[in-house]
DNA sequence: TTGTAAGCGTTATCAG
DNA sequence: CTGATAACGCTTACAA
């Protein structure tokens, strides 16, 4: 009668059933080289037949490299979800595997940290870290650190962001483009994010169409803040808005539509980060994508290169975002031909 | 001059300089009654000096029980966001640890529940799963295993739900309160969720109005299937509508806007699983919530009865859904007195 | 090519 | 109350 409790089967049990030793065990089963034909298939049955699977805690503890990513993100954000994706396909296809720690309610980005650490992570990625410059070069002090998707200056940390004045700029370029003239920017919160998106907007309108045509309202990065921006947006003729994000976009559309203008016939609008939300149906928001699979490639990439040696200096990596059109971005209404 | 490449500090180097044995030090950093003032505090002061923390593998290595409880999601939903960071706060208060690990593209529910077995988890929690109920049978053979929020019947595995049908009927008596009579559900996709929430429909509609009351037109779980169905709305006279879920309903709302019917003015609306989206201001649904808080609890609860041997008889935790009045639902437009 | 044996950093057992 | 010392399960020099 076998014992009730099974517990799993050790390398031990397959080398003894192989007849090998558990060192030639082991590099079969890694895939290195070594053991022979007969060896190898010995072990390969034996580890089938038995459904052997490593334990990883032995294993990282033995092995000299972890090849471990840790990645903190903040649960909520569909965008960090994406992330994460990516960047277990990319750490995937280099030879690494990632740990990936929550930001909850009980456990901080401190925490987060700490456990990534303690889980013997060799280089961590930092999903829009919180952590202070001088709190995130003091961890870099050890270890690769990638932070993304946040413009931090930090000596020894680098980099991975999406240039937010291109952005916008394409935002503009493209409504510019259908022949627009009236555009209108609803700003977000006070922050490095917002006054970067708001100077691509400066920037790319005074080119495109003249230093008169600026037109900034204040919003910022929620539905209300949006929502309470359209009553601004009526002193102007304007014929198109782009919102700060997506959250705030929606806000601006809700409001419109309040109002009785349409959108894309009244007005057209684009938002920010190309969320989930952007994408439903009966929102179909004309967006700007952050790349998600660009910035997480970019980022594993960041950390394997300095942990394989092949780059000891700083990297800032400022990817190029891109424009996303959906339904709510057309023509200008009673457009004139020159 | 100290090493360049500096190591973590071991719990050896802890022991020394506190001039106590690991074994002691061992005790006292993990808060264990033995050790004497004097040594326990000599370990805590060497410990903070050194800022030692425990290396995670070597310690789960050698524990006999690792306490650590094993979750899969999928990284995309926002309820399993939520349901995350319960799991987590409950886990900590009885002394658990979590290790979560994300379905994605890369990475399906198999290979998800393999990497927690081979991190050395002692239970599986998971969130909506999609394996076969003898697939999650087989599973629950080595360990607890629960299923969170899929109500499947697998001998040995414990279920933890809300009870969908209540959460219809939750809905159906806040219409009826209000004064509603004629109440329509959109349906979800063929599936048991759907089908529980349809019957509790029925029921609560028969006793609560009448049986010529029920009134169920075809819908959907996404936007387009609930605007597509706001046409199917304009056959009767209806005053209320519950939608299968938030996605439905929101596209409802928008398909009734479309209509220029208001909400609530014309058409109150309920959604279901309180998902982020209804909480939105401009969107701003009544909605059945699924209450993760009670969720994550119990789906804790059952796992730990089970390891802690209080329990080996499989358990089914139906909880009570909790109706979230917001904006979108009102009394009904004309009403007559009697 | 293959096996022996020494770690990896903790925890746990068991004398003292 | 404290300290050796043997696990834990795997990787990896090094030797055969």
Redesign the pocket.
């Known amino acids: 009668m076998p014992s009730t409790r099974s517990?799993?089967?050790?390398?031990?049990?397959v080398?003894a059933r192989a007849?090998?030793?558990?060192?030639?065990?082991?590099?079969v089963?890694?895939g290195?080289?070594?053991?022979?034909r007969?060896?190898?298939q010995a072990v390969l049955d034996a580890s089938h037949e038995l459904g052997?699977?490593?334990?990883r805690?032995?294993?990282l503890?033995?092995?000299?490299?972890t090849q471990l990513l840790g990645v903190s993100m903040d649960v909520r954000s569909p965008f960090h979800a994406e992330l994460i994706e990516e960047i277990h396909a990319a750490a995937d296809g280099l030879g690494y595997d990632v740990v990936v720690s929550p930001l909850t309610r009980t456990h901080d980005e401190r925490r987060v940290v700490e456990t990534l650490l303690d889980s013997r992570c060799e280089a961590l990625l930092l999903l829009a870290p919180g952590l202070s410059a001088a709190q995130l070069t003091d961890l870099a002090q050890d270890r690769p650190v990638v932070a993304v998707g946040r413009p931090v200056t930090a000596p020894g940390v680098d980099v991975v962001r999406v240039a937010d004045d291109r952005g916008v700029a394409l935002a503009v370029e493209h409504l510019v483009a259908l022949g627009h003239r009236d555009i209108a920017f609803v700003d977000g919160p006070s922050g490095t994010i917002s006054t970067l998106r708001r100077s691509g907007y400066r920037r790319a309108v005074r080119r495109l169409v003249g230093p008169d045509a600026v037109h900034v309202v204040p919003g910022g990065a929620t539905e209300d803040k949006g929502a309470a921006a359209v009553s601004l947006l009526r002193g102007r003729p304007v014929s198109a808005a782009i919102a700060f994000n997506d959250r705030c976009a929606l806000g601006v559309l809700d409001g419109l539509r309040r109002d009785g203008r349409s959108v894309p016939g009244d007005i057209s609008l684009v938002g920010y980060d190309d969320t989930p939300l952007a994408r439903l149906g009966t929102i179909d928001l004309t967006s700007v994508s952050q790349t998600p699979g660009e910035m997480g490639a970019a980022a594993v990439r960041a950390a394997v290169e300095r942990l394989e040696g092949a780059r000891s200096h700083d990297v800032e990596v400022l990817l190029e975002p891109v424009l996303v059109v959906r339904g709510s971005t057309g023509p200008p209404p009673n457009r004139t031909m020159p």
Chains 1, 2 share one sequence.
């Open positions: 517990s799993r089967p050790r390398l031990a049990d080398a007849g090998v030793s558990t060192a030639t065990a082991s590099l089963l890694r290195r080289p070594g053991p022979g007969r060896a190898r052997y699977r490593a334990d805690s032995a294993s503890l033995a092995r000299r490299r």
